[in-house]
């Protein structure tokens, strides 16, 4: 139980005990049972995080001021420092069985900027020459023992933001960033430790976020091809997959934002049956295949790799979904792939006549709008009928555009909509008083 949930439960048994519904030996009783949780203080952590930021960049520029005047063993010397101070303080650390978490992170975070540094330091020094990509690489390997060995966030976190950067470089010099996969996988035993441990807990959501928004970009930096049919079915496969996993394993207690898969999930899913709700998208999915390279048959590999990994994933899910989650909105939108793979056919079939694919798309879109409210409504939740009513919304407001209609009649549409929206939140804010 976080802070919040705690203090709402004290909230409601000083209510309860006013309107004598328990006795105040109960109360007494609960309130025992149901001990404050222990303060997290978040402000002093992020403060130490910051500091030893604040610290290793000034020695930095100390250093960098007279830099040049320096000799050249008294260079590769003082580029060491750093990293000898950090590496003492992480021994210190694990030897002396430290446990404060804004040590941990502190310490943590200025290791992995002193590696960095010593890395630049020496190869400026002796002109050992190279690119960013490769220097970033090096850097994000040799920091990733830190993550473990202080079970600190920070590192985690730089490293999954120095190797979704190196995969994007490596995309923009037309290389291949397969190695990508592989040094995700690295900090992936991490994640599942946080998890396991505190799985509400702000530390694991935030590795969580950085998992998930750096396997989002992956996905994004290891599609070689240009072809539309493969971009799409990967993302569909992949943001199904992102969703059933928040639903099915997430922390559902939490508020969205600490549920990155369900967020980022949903919000895909909601975009991509947006989008292609409209025909010029299937349209553009008919005109052949686009690849670039010279390399079309390793990437067609590559591309198809994929594709199969996260349709299986996303398979897989869904029939795991369709035995432990109830609710018909999660699976209907845990079909979205089969669904897509089926337009596809349809679109292929019928030589890119994009008609048909975006009425059924408009019909599944509809169908979906429709269970998310229905079933918002039978369990009000106010936040989740908004959000059906938004996708059909959206959709109708679509169709306006899309139609043949005059001024007057999406004016008239556009208030019809407004006015729904707000007699279906009054009658479930009404129903939510009465209840």
């Not at 309860?16 to 030996?25: A, K, S």
């Not at 694991?204 to 072809?227: C, F, P, Q, Y």
């Not at 079909?335 to 009425?359: D, Q, S, Y």
Request: charged residues 15%.
């Amino acid at each position: 139980m976080n802070g919040a949930e705690h203090r709402r439960l004290m909230d409601e048994i000083g209510v309860w005990t006013r309107d004598g519904l328990i006795t105040d030996e109960q109360a007494a009783a609960i309130r025992a049972r149901y001990p404050e949780p222990a303060a997290k203080r978040w402000a002093m952590i992020i403060t130490s995080i910051f500091g030893s930021l604040l610290v290793g960049l000034g020695i930095i520029l100390l250093l960098a001021y007279n830099w040049s005047d320096l000799s050249r063993s008294a260079r590769a010397g003082i580029a060491y420092l750093p990293l000898l101070v950090a590496l003492g303080l992480t021994g210190w650390i694990v030897v002396a069985g430290k446990t404060g978490t804004g040590l941990r992170e502190g310490v943590g975070a200025f290791l992995a900027l002193a590696v960095g540094a010593s890395i630049a330091l020496v190869a400026q020094t002796y002109q050992l020459g190279g690119t960013f990509r490769a220097f970033t690489l090096a850097w994000m390997i040799l920091i990733l023992p830190s993550v473990y060995v202080l079970d600190a966030v920070m590192p985690a976190l730089i490293y999954l933001f120095g190797i979704t950067g190196w995969a994007i470089g490596q995309r923009c010099y037309d290389d291949n960033p397969y190695l990508f996969w592989l040094l995700l996988a690295g900090v992936i035993p991490y994640l599942v430790w946080r998890q396991w441990r505190d799985r509400d807990g702000l530390r694991g959501i935030w590795v969580l976020w950085g998992v998930v928004l750096s396997a989002g970009s992956g996905v994004a930096t290891g599609m070689h091809a240009h072809e539309p049919v493969l971009w799409f079915s990967l993302y569909a496969a992949f943001f199904t997959a992102c969703l059933l996993a928040g639903e099915l394993w997430g922390a559902r207690g939490m508020t969205l934002w600490a549920r990155p898969l369900t967020l980022l999930g949903g919000a895909g899913l909601g975009m991509m049956i947006f989008l292609y709700s409209f025909m010029g998208f299937w349209e553009d999915m008919g005109r052949g295949h686009h690849y670039y390279w010279d390399y079309r048959e390793k990437a067609v590999a590559i591309d198809a790799g994929l594709v199969a990994l996260f349709t299986v994933l996303a398979v897989v899910l869904m029939v795991v979904a369709f035995r432990r989650l109830k609710g018909w909105p999660l699976r209907l939108a845990a079909v979205f792939p089969l669904v897509a793979a089926v337009l596809v056919a349809l679109n292929t079939a019928w030589g890119g006549k994009a008609l048909i694919p975006a009425i059924l798309m408009n019909g599944y879109a509809f169908a979906l709008g429709i269970l998310i409210v229905s079933d918002a409504v039978r369990a009000s939740r106010l936040g989740q009928m908004n959000l059906g009513l938004v996708l059909l919304a959206a959709l109708l407001t679509a169709r306006f555009f899309d139609a043949d209609m005059s001024i007057l009649g999406r004016g008239l549409a556009f208030i019809v909509l407004g006015l729904a929206f707000l007699g279906a939140n009054g009658v479930m804010i009404r129903r939510r008083r009465v209840s």
